[in-house]
């Protein structure tokens, strides 16, 4: 089982959005602590993985020594690959 790190910037964005939307970017994250390259998808242009909930999309480090999820960036579909 992978463990879960927050970016400060992921975690300010995380804490904007409404309850539900939390809960739900939560409940997947928690899916994808047990197996995460079910749900994650490679980027082409960046380092690291993507994943999808919703509208939104987290940009996720994978440290396979540590078994460490560090997620990097949350944002919503439309800007969230911007630099």
Wanted: glycine residues 4%; aromatic residues 10%; positive net charge.
């Amino acid at each position: 089982m992978y463990e879960l790190r927050f970016d400060k910037k992921a975690t300010d964005f995380l804490n904007k959005l409404d309850k539900k939307d939390k809960e739900r970017i939560w409940n997947k994250l928690q899916q994808c602590k047990e197996n995460p390259f079910h749900f994650l998808e490679h980027l082409e242009e960046k380092e690291g993985f993507k994943l999808r909930v919703g509208d939104y999309r987290l940009i996720i480090d994978v440290d396979h020594s540590t078994k460490t999820l560090i997620i990097l960036k949350a944002g919503h579909r439309k800007n969230v690959y911007e630099s």
